[in-house]
């Protein structure tokens, strides 16, 4: 996203918090997953949570975080839109913008992004069918942006051992018949740490472009979902592995300093 390239040989790693905290927590996070590869930043501002009850995001105060941190890091950053009218205050800060799994079907939201020229990753609501994703794709690009990436991050069905089920050989099929990258999320997919690593691996592997991961250093005062985050050092292991993983199959992770647009 933004000066990182997200497609072609190279595998991206976009890491952060579900949910920016704090300066002290984003920035923490921030330069350890920036130190051990990650090629992209992610982090919530406004979040959509099923509990009403439940911690919201920041908001606009934690934009300024976001541009201390971009500053810091040279890290190209992303964050979820939720609403038409966040589309005009989000994008001056980030690389890119995310459309999470409720608003796949969102399509106004989409027509509207589609006026824009920021990069937009697009990830599969958790009922919908594959076609029905890069259809809510086409509504982007209808409109003039060309720029998406596509984001599995796990479907909804019986299996209750994990979050969601990660559907992999989807990601592989709409990388296949669309002209799309495709990223995995294994931490909202699954729910589990310690099955996030495992299907970042197979991602790799199976020649998708790229994860998207959620890292937390204090995993116990997450304010969003820390049930499921990586730890630093979980994280640390993890980019080790997938380097590993890619060397096998004659990739690399993709360098920070490469410049280009991602799609």
């Known amino acids: 996203m933004g000066d990182t390239i997200v497609g072609g040989d190279a595998f991206t790693v976009v890491a952060g918090p579900c949910a920016i905290e704090s300066r002290e927590q984003f920035a923490a996070v921030a330069r350890h997953v920036r130190a051990e590869g990650a090629s992209a930043l992610r982090g ?3 979040k959509m ?3 009403p009850h439940s911690f919201q995001g920041l908001g606009a105060p934690a934009l300024d975080y976001v541009d201390e941190v971009r500053r810091l890091t040279g890290l190209p950053f992303i964050v979820e839109v939720a609403a038409i009218e966040q589309v005009e205050v989000l994008a001056p800060h980030a690389d890119a913008l995310q459309v999470g799994s409720r608003n796949m079907h969102n399509y106004y939201l989409l027509k509207e992004l589609g006026r824009t020229r920021i990069p937009i990753l697009l990830k599969r609501g958790f009922a919908a069918q594959l076609r029905e994703w890069l259809l809510a794709a086409e509504y982007v690009v209808a409109g003039g942006n060309e720029s998406v990436v596509l984001c599995e991050r796990g479907i909804r069905t019986f299996e209750d051992e994990t979050r969601n089920t990660l559907d992999l050989a989807g990601a592989v099929w709409a990388r296949q018949h669309g002209p799309f990258p495709v990223l995995v999320d294994p931490s909202h997919a699954t729910g ?3 099955l996030v690593a495992p299907m970042c691996l197979a991602a790799a592997a199976a020649g998708l472009d790229g994860v998207m991961v959620e890292v937390h250093h204090d995993r116990a005062a997450a304010l969003s979902d820390g049930f499921q985050a990586l ?8 980019a080790r592995d997938l ?9 690399t ?4 300093e490469q410049g280009a647009s991602p799609a």
């Open 49 to 51: 949570r099923t509990d």
């Open 44 to 46: 919530g501002v406004f």
């Open 192 to 194: 589990r740490p310690e």
């Open 243 to 251: 380097r590993t993983v890619l060397a096998a199959v004659g990739r």
């Open 253 to 256: 992770l993709t360098p920070v």
């Open 231 to 238: 730890t630093l050092d979980r994280f640390s292991a993890l």
